[in-house]
């Protein structure tokens, strides 16, 4: 079955620090999300990306996908203590009716 | 308005007890999906219904039964608790045509389940 990995799976930054989380897909991916979870908190749409090596920027972050649309890339510019929490990368197999399949996660602390 | 609510927010009971979890819609969405999401936050997908049909089943213990009454409700029904059924279950929704996956999914605040 598809498979979507993410690493690292934890990440701890100083304030200030950039990040970026990767995501892999085991098959070619019809389009891909991003999800940002806030601790104790529930998953939350953050973009979608569709196109191969499209790349879309929301302020500090920025989200990209591959061109061969198997992986996707999160990286966030100058962190900042908000931006703590848990993102997933979540896609769909081309030709499939199935539902996303999320990424394992990568869990990140920002220390202030 | 709470887009996707659930009840309860929190559930503490013992092993073999029968419990249920509710789950409403307010975004006019098709599509709604059961998540168990376990202490190392993976997030995996137990169950889809696409107006009142169910077109996911994931490898879930028969003890998991949804059900869906309308297609703004997915309740899941868990019998004869076990401790290792303890984590966030969330419910979410999307709007598509038979789940085709794809369309942002909406998630409920969660329901957390400690099995005693």
């Known amino acids: 079955g598809q498979q979507v990995m993410q690493i690292p799976q934890y990440q701890h930054v100083q304030e200030g620090e950039d990040f970026t989380t990767y995501c892999n897909s085991s098959?070619?991916?019809?389009?891909i999300q991003w999800y940002k979870q806030r601790p104790g908190g529930h998953p939350v749409f953050l973009i979608q990306?569709?196109?191969?090596?499209e790349v879309k920027k929301q302020k500090r972050l920025t989200f990209q996908f591959g061109e061969a649309k198997k992986n996707s890339s999160l990286h966030i510019t100058a962190t900042q203590t908000t931006d703590v929490g848990t993102y997933f990368c979540?896609?769909?197999?081309?030709?499939?009716?199935?539902?996303?399949?999320f990424g394992s996660g990568t869990q990140l602390t920002v220390l202030p | 308005d709470t887009a996707v609510s659930q009840t309860p927010k929190y559930l503490v009971t013992q092993m073999g007890n029968d419990k249920s979890i509710k789950c409403e819609q307010n975004?006019?969405?098709?599509?709604m999906y059961w998540y168990k999401q376990d202490s190392k936050k993976f997030l995996k997908i137990m169950f889809s219904?696409?107006?009142?049909?169910?077109?996911i089943n994931e490898t879930v213990p028969n003890r998991f039964s949804p059900k869906s009454p309308d297609k703004a409700h997915l309740n899941l029904h868990i019998n004869s608790l076990e401790l290792g059924d303890s984590a966030v279950y969330f419910c979410?929704?999307?709007?598509?045509?038979?789940?085709?996956?794809?369309?942002?999914?909406?998630f409920g605040p969660g329901t957390r389940l400690l099995v005693l």
């Open positions: 219904y696409n107006n009142k049909e169910l077109i």
């Open positions: 098959t070619t991916l019809s389009n």
């Open positions: 979410a929704s999307s709007q598509g045509l038979r789940g085709q996956g794809g369309e942002t999914q909406y």
């Open positions: 975004l006019g969405h098709d599509t």
């Open positions: 979540a896609g769909r197999r081309i030709g499939s009716a199935r539902q996303l399949t």
């Open positions: 990306l569709v196109k191969s090596g």
